[in-house]
């Protein structure tokens, strides 16, 4: 006899190691011959995260998918693996050999670092994989890959030498995002806004000698300027004056009336003394501040773009760390010859970190009458996230990958159908960054990740090969080939068995995303032509968050497309499907943070309530487009579900229900069996059409009203009297009915709780196979006329059910039942389910009439209305009152919620989350100001 209750702390472990002994989820599991393959590759979670929300959300919709189709028999992989997480794991090790008191990264040197990483790795890296399996995840957990291992290695150098070699990748000096305490550039992704209030300093740059301009100084009504003065500056804003040292150059507006005179001029810039120009374009906006904006090339990418415009050259002042450096900085002093006061606050401000250097230059500014004003400023300051601090535009030599030419298939590719965003809104974004895209700057400088494979010769000159071997030949036969001081020097060392004086090799390292890109094919064997590649490449979904589908999809499109080709040359995308879920955030709407103090541990839930109600909860909350709103209070609800269905289990066991293996559903003869069955159908078509079409919340929904309402509701509770009748035909054909639909009910619930249904079907017989091998229900069986009548007898109670409910009528009270305008139809199912409709729905009598009795409430069935005289069972004049009452209130409440969304400052200025909050209420009381007016009509007459 199955367990009174379901304990998932101690199934869901059994189960795991069953799945595990059994090797249940190897590729190729349970495939039919012949079947077509189904992949799906994991998004690599980094080697030092821990299972988030967000990963919950993710691998239970992927593992949804995959269960699915490893039942309908496809050969199915679902590909796992782990990313290195370059600048995390770095962190990890060198904050753990700090705590250890151990030499630091610097002090031991590369190589003994690298393998010290490592050595973290093997140990303590690589968690959360053990937290996928706690949720069920039933990846081929035997082909686990990491993008630092040597197989996927093998493919990131083919990958990049080809790229190199085909003009694709190539070194540039740009702005990228610096971040000054790791001391490295680091992606858009890594980079978060910071809300700062901060300052905006105005400061006035001097126009050169004998250069001035009229300035507006009052206006009109309308505008219109109405009387100017002469000036002999300009006035620049910025938040960095810092970044001033840096200057050169101060954009206008062409069309500016107030500037257009002294475009091509110049100003006298303070504290450096530089002659720099006033230069004319569009990026400038008139109606911003003054008008006139700094330009600091080597510090800020807008800058950037109009220096690259203007010709302005690009003088960084800032070193790595962040810190002010004039001194010995060639291009800050290009053609400067400072006097002695000049030097004097050089001399001040070299060395200085840049917030102290921002300290010392606004003081020298307003000294020298040179600081127009001061503004408090509360804008949004780019930080790192891992380091946290204030990144820094900075002007660095890096690897690029050439990101527009790889971008045009990729785009093509979605435009032509080839792969579909789901939701399809998702093709916008992809779009907008795709035909905006910039260079690509793979090279990070750490330690931990792939190496770049360039070695440098005595010259500069770069060789990029996929070994030192090969790059040193290269090396020897370009110097040889050309005459001159570098033939003979290499002859010579060459001569003297000094090969390795010829080559340096570039230190840096590759972005983690480049490897990231090569996910799809890399996983799967590529560059070697293996068994799996050619069965699993094309993959066929990927399950992703919109935040990395520039950082990854795209990639990922881009560098499949240019090195997977079928047998014709034909490009092969990555994947034709990208499914794009919505953010898991807190019951209010609020995104999790954990300076909010909201984020909700998904194996905490685990832990209370199970994977399976977890797994549930998500899944019926996944609706396409809309954000998951979590309460844990949901999660206690769905795992009732669970229980629900387990003690259906129990009471069909005690009630002697077990399989026979000659059930045929069109046998049935009675109506309640074939209506259970024809809703059975219907919902293995809902069940199926949801999956397949990434519509996870219908597919659950269509479970949970099967499961919890028609099976567990109604159809056990109608067996109740076959169960204990003296019908032994009945009862035997309900039995085996009833044990034909568990047995399909676990099978078509399995994707979304696997492990109460996997013990289940364990329990209930003696079974061939593991429920995730089991064949997917097929729609079998039909009966419409079955599932008319039990449907009308169902709409009938629920609705008397109702009526009374709203109405007070005292559970214990039975009412008589008068069926108006009933047809022929409508009579003859009263007659076959008196006994039912009197049991279920507290009636003491059925009658018919042409007319409804005053003073009753009235349902509407089919074409019949079905009335409950009232006036015997309730105090109609205090019900009256009650009503009245509760409906003044919730329409002073609505009153009020209409004025506050009506407030166009309430709207603009509350969180996002309180104007939901209150449209939400507005909806629920709404909802209830109908049922109030529904049980008024009702007593209206009484």
């Given amino acids: 006899m199955l367990e009174k209750t379901y304990d998932s702390a101690s199934v869901e472990p059994k189960i795991a190691k069953i799945w595990e002994e059994a090797d249940a989820f190897a590729a190729g599991a349970n495939a039919k011959p012949g079947e077509d393959s189904f992949c799906i590759v994991i998004p690599p979670p980094n080697v030092t995260g821990s299972l988030h929300m967000g990963h919950a959300l993710n691998n239970t919709l992927q593992d949804i998918m995959i269960r699915f189709e490893r039942m309908r028999g496809k050969d199915v992989l679902w590909q796992p693996g782990m990313d290195h997480a370059g600048i995390a794991t770095q962190m990890v090790v060198e904050r753990q050999l700090a705590q250890r008191k151990e030499p630091s990264r610097r002090d031991m040197g590369r190589d003994a670092f690298v393998e010290r990483v490592w050595q973290w790795k093997d140990e303590s890296g690589g968690i959360i994989f053990n937290q996928l399996k706690r949720l069920g995840a039933s990846c081929d957990w035997s082909r686990e890959r990491f993008t630092m291992d040597e197989g996927l ?60 301009y009229q300035h507006p100084v009052a206006f009109d009504e309308e505008g219109k300027a109405t009387e100017w003065e002469t000036r002999d500056y300009l006035v620049v804003a910025t938040t960095r004056p810092e970044t001033m040292l840096g200057d050169t150059g101060v954009a206008v507006n062409p069309e500016d009336e107030r500037y257009k005179a002294i475009i091509g001029k110049h100003v006298i810039l303070p504290i450096v003394g530089r002659r720099i120009p006033i230069v004319g374009d569009d990026y400038a906006d008139p109606t911003a ?81 040179l600081l127009d004003k001061i503004e408090p400023h509360t804008h949004m300051v780019p930080h790192g996230d891992r380091g946290g601090v204030p990144i820094e535009p900075r002007l660095t030599e890096q690897w690029y990958v050439d990101a527009a030419t790889l971008a045009k298939p990729a785009i093509a590719s979605v435009r032509e159908g080839r792969t579909n965003f789901v939701p399809k809104n998702w093709e916008k974004t992809y779009f907008e960054w795709m035909e905006n895209i910039q260079p690509w700057c793979v090279s990070r400088q750490l330690w931990w990740g792939h190496q770049i494979p360039a070695w440098y010769g005595p010259d500069g000159t770069v060789f990029v090969e996929k070994t030192e071997e090969a790059a040193l030949h290269a090396a020897i036969q370009h110097y040889l080939a050309h005459e001159g001081p570098m033939k003979a020097y290499v002859e010579d060392l060459l001569e003297n068995m000094k090969p ?111 994977a399976d109600a977890l797994r549930f909860t998500l899944a019926i909350m996944a609706a396409q487009g809309r954000d998951v709103k979590l309460d844990p209070a949901r ?55 949801g999956i397949e079409q990434f519509r996870f919340n219908e597919a659950a929904g269509a479970l949970y009203r099967f499961v919890w309402n028609q099976f567990c509701d109604w159809y056990l509770e109608l067996l109740k009297p076959i169960f204990m009748g003296e019908d032994e035909a009945a009862k035997t054909e309900a039995q085996a009915c009833a044990a034909y639909v568990l047995d399909q009910t676990y099978r078509l619930l399995h994707p979304f709780m696997p492990f109460m249904t996997e013990e289940l079907w364990e329990h209930t017989e003696a079974r061939q196979t593991l429920l995730c091998h089991a064949a997917w229900p097929a729609p079998v069986f039909a009966d419409q006329d079955a599932a008319e009548e039990i449907n009308w ?150």
């Fill in 153 to 212: 290695s093998e493919a990131v150098l083919e990958v990049f030498v080809r790229l190199y070699k085909e003009g694709l990748i190539y070194k540039d000096k740009r702005l990228v995002n610096w971040d000054p305490k790791l001391l490295t550039a680091i992606s858009d992704l890594e980079v978060e806004q910071v809300e700062i209030k901060g300052n905006l300093w105005h400061l006035r740059y001097p126009l050169e000698e004998g250069v001035t």
């Fill in 635 to 689: 999660i206690a609800g769905y795992r009732n579900f669970g229980t629900k269905l387990w003690n259906a289990t129990r009471f069909a066991e005690m009630n002697g229900v077990k399989a026979d293996p000659g059930f045929l559903p069109e046998d049935t003869k009675l109506t309640i069996n074939r209506w259970i069955l024809t809703e059975l159908n219907k919902t293995v078509k809902e069940v199926t059409a």
């Fill in 289 to 369: 501040g003054t008008g006139a904006v700094k330009m600091t090339p080597a510090h800020d990418f807008n800058d950037f773009d109009v220096g690259k415009r203007r010709g302005l050259r690009q003088v960084s002042v800032l070193t790595t760390d962040a810190k002010v450096t004039l001194q010995e900085n060639e291009d800050f002093l290009e053609g400067l010859t400072p006097n002695s006061q000049q030097q004097g606050m050089w001399d001040q401000l070299e060395g200085k970190d840049r917030f102290e250097a921002r300290k010392l230059i606004v003081a020298i500014m307003e000294e020298g009458g």
């Fill in 793 to 942: 007898l169902v709409d009938l109670v629920t609705g008397i059910r109702s009526a009374r409910a709203e109405m007070n009528v005292p559970p214990a009270a039975t009412a008589p039942l008068i069926l108006v305008d009933a047809n022929v139809a409508t009579t003859a199912r009263a007659g076959r389910h008196d006994a039912a409709i009197k049991r279920l729905a507290r009636v003491e009598t059925i009658a018919f009439a042409d007319q409804a009795p005053k003073g009753a409430a009235q349902v509407l069935v089919g074409e019949a209305t079905a009335c409950l005289p009232l006036g015997s069972l309730i105090d109609v004049a205090a019900e009256k009152s009650r009503l009245e009452k509760a409906l003044a209130k919730a329409d002073a409440e609505m009153q009020r919620i209409v004025a506050k969304l009506g407030n166009e400052k309430f709207v603009a200025n509350a969180k996002p989350e309180v104007v939901d909050a209150e449209r939400e209420r507005m909806t629920e009381l709404e909802q209830q100001k109908q049922s109030l007016l529904t049980a008024l009509e009702r007593i209206a007459e009484a």
């Fill in 500 to 610: 390795g004086e010829i080559l340096t090799r570039d230190e840096d390292v590759l972005d983690t995303w480049f490897s990231s890109a090569l996910w799809p094919f890399s996983t799967l064997g590529w560059p070697d032509k293996t068994v799996e590649l050619s069965r699993y490449y094309q993959t066929d979904v990927l399950v992703t968050g919109f935040d990395i589908i520039f950082f990854w999809v795209a990639r990922m499109m881009m560098m499949g497309l240019h090195f997977m080709k079928d047998e014709d040359g034909t490009p092969v995308e990555p994947f034709h499907t990208v499914y794009v879920h919505a953010l898991v955030r807190d019951k209010n709407g609020q995104k999790m943070s954990k300076s909010k103090g909201n984020v909700i541990d998904p194996l905490e839930l685990i832990d209370e309530y199970g």
